[in-house]
C-alpha cells in the first residue's frame, strides 16, 4: 500500500477562488480525519469520518469549509471561497487499522497539501 | 471544547541533555498517543498509551500517561541531532461511540550540536 496521498501537495490560488484537497486513505482503515496545522494555531481537527459518515465536524471554521467521503477510498476538503486567512497545511490522516470499539490505533498522515491564499 | 496543551512550546539544548515535554488535557482521555513531525515533513506515529500510570520506553525515549489519564509526558535522554523535531501528543477520547482524536500544542525541539 502507497499510504495516505493527498493533492496536490502545493496550492497557491487567489481570495475568492475555490479549492479542493483531495485525499486517498489507506484501504481497510475506517476513521478518516482532517486536520489543518499553522504556526499560529497547531494541528487543528476539522472533521473525521468513521466509515465514510462523518461524524463530527464541529472543527470546521466556517460554512465556507466542507468536506465529503463518496466511497471508502477518497475524501475531498472544499474551501469556497477561499481567504488569506485560511493558507495553512492540510493533513488527512487515515486510522483505525487495528480498531476496537474505543481505539482508532496509529494514524497515518498524508504528506500534506500546502494552501497559500493570495 | 476539548483541549490539549503541551508546555515548553519551544526548548534549545545542547546535544546529549536531556529534554522532557509536558501534556495536559482538559479532559480525562482514553488513550494517549505521541508524534513526531520533522521540518517540512508529517507527523508520525511514535508510541500508544492506554492504561493508567503506563510507562513505555523505546531506546531513548520514555513515555509515561498519568494515573488520572489527563497529562502524560516524553522524555528523551541525551538527545542527539536526530531528535529535532516537533513532537506532539494526541489525546483520544470517546466521543459517541466514536473515537475523537485531539492533538496538542506540540513541543518544538532543536538540538545543538
Known amino acids: 500500500d502507497a499510504g495516505v496521498i493527498q493533492s496536490p501537495r502545493h496550492e497557491v490560488t487567489e481570495m475568492g477562488q475555490e479549492v479542493t484537497l483531495r485525499c486517498k486513505p489507506i484501504s481497510g482503515h475506517d476513521y478518516l480525519f482532517w486536520y489543518r496545522q499553522t504556526m499560529m494555531r497547531g494541528l487543528e481537527l476539522l472533521i473525521y469520518f468513521n466509515n465514510n459518515v462523518p461524524i463530527d465536524d464541529s472543527g470546521m471554521p466556517e460554512d465556507r469549509f466542507s468536506a465529503k467521503m463518496p466511497n471508502a477510498s477518497f475524501s475531498t476538503l472544499k474551501i469556497q471561497p477561499s481567504e488569506p486567512r485560511d493558507s495553512a497545511v492540510y493533513f488527512c490522516a487515515a486510522g483505525g487499522a487495528t480498531w476496537t470499539p474505543l481505539n482508532t490505533g496509529e494514524l497515518f498522515f498524508g504528506e500534506g497539501s500546502r494552501l497559500t491564499v493570495l | 471544547g476539548q483541549q490539549v496543551m503541551q508546555i515548553p512550546q519551544y526548548q534549545h539544548v545542547q546535544e546529549g541533555e536531556d529534554f522532557t515535554t509536558y501534556c495536559n488535557s482538559s479532559?480525562?482521555?482514553?488513550?494517549i498517543q505521541w508524534y513526531k513531525q520533522r521540518p517540512g515533513g508529517h507527523p508520525v506515529f511514535l508510541i500508544q498509551l492506554v492504561k493508567s500510570g503506563e510507562v513505555k520506553k523505546q531506546k531513548r525515549l520514555t513515555f509515561q500517561f498519568g494515573e488520572a489519564k489527563k497529562n502524560s509526558s516524553l522524555h528523551i535522554t541525551a538527545t542527539q541531532t536526530t531528535d529535532v523535531g516537533t513532537y506532539f501528543c494526541?489525546?483520544?477520547?470517546?466521543?459517541?461511540?466514536?473515537?475523537?482524536?485531539?492533538f496538542g500544542t506540540g513541543t518544538k525541539l532543536q538540538v545543538i550540536p
Open positions: 479532559t480525562t482521555l482514553s488513550n
Open positions: 494526541a489525546g483520544l477520547t470517546d466521543s459517541g461511540g466514536y473515537q475523537k482524536v485531539t
